[in-house]
Nanobody, 123 residues
Framework: QMQACGGGLVQVWGFLRLPCAISGRPLSSYAMAWFRQPLGKEREFVAA????????STADSVKGRFSISRDNAKNILYLQMNGLKPEDTATYFCAGSGHPYTTSWTPCDYAYWGQGTQVTVSS
């Protein structure tokens, strides 16, 4: 089971850190990713991490502002979001893949999904 939280309302150029808690199996079993879905739009890739956290991938739209990290000992995945913009408003989802070395940008490559958490950036 995966559960993302930490969303909320934040002003432009503000910051948030989203945790995603994993239960049932160790976080180290999964490659993990964050996706987001703006209202009325398709789900889009944000960032991904291989099982160890030693390799990550980040979407161009958030590169330099967002970063993915993980604490396998605590079974928590994080998304640090800095310099938030109105276009970052979306529901954010954490997702897991049983292929531990993937950093795929494709939602279909992730079999396990948590419920989303809403992030709203006000201008």
């Amino acid at each position: 089971q995966m559960q993302a939280c930490g969303g909320g309302l934040v002003q432009v150029w503000g910051f948030l850190r989203l945790p995603c808690a994993i239960s049932g199996r160790p976080l180290s079993s999964y490659a993990m990713a964050w996706f987001r879905q703006p209202l009325g739009k398709e789900r889009e890739f944000v960032a991904a991490s291989v099982w160890s956290g030693t390799m990550t991938s980040t979407a161009d739209s958030v590169k330099g502002r967002f970063s993915i990290s993980r604490d396998n000992a605590k079974n928590i995945l994080y998304l640090q979001m800095n310099g938030l913009k109105p276009e970052d408003t979306a529901t954010y989802f954490c997702a897991g893949s049983g292929h531990p070395y993937t950093t795929s940008w494709t939602p279909c490559d992730y079999a396990y999904w948590g419920q989303g958490t809403q992030v709203t950036v006000s201008s």
